[in-house]
């Protein structure tokens, strides 16, 4: 995961993955941000959620920017279940090689 993230093995510091959130007028929604290496054309990227313990399916998001650095490429997507629409969820990124 290190390596996809474009992140140096050297570096103890955890990058490349983080998630904040956006109001949109009425709502705040989560957002997911990584950086991914631009040369892995064939892996898979997709963002799932869980509301209940066990249980992921793929998020229904939103690209709403995508930055160039290099060999890297910076996504950021909106998910769009509001913040408060369950007591709690969970995302996570998952990668297909």
């Known amino acids: 995961m290190e390596f996809l993230l474009g ?3 050297l ?3 955890p990058q490349g993955i983080e998630v904040g959130s956006i109001g949109d007028g009425e709502n705040l929604r989560l957002t ?3 950086t991914r290496r631009a040369a892995l054309a064939g892996a898979a990227w997709q963002i ?3 509301t209940v313990p066990g249980i992921w ?3 229904q998001t939103s690209l709403i920017q995508s930055v160039t650095q290099g060999g890297l490429i910076r996504e950021t997507h909106r998910l769009a279940t509001p913040e408060n629409a369950t007591s709690w969820q969970m995302v996570r ?5």
């Open 32 to 34: 997911v941000s990584f």
């Open 11 to 13: 570096s103890p510091e």
């Open 57 to 59: 399916s793929q998020a």
């Open 93 to 97: 990124l998952r990668v297909s090689l």
């Open 7 to 9: 992140n140096s093995p």
């Open 48 to 50: 799932e959620q869980c």
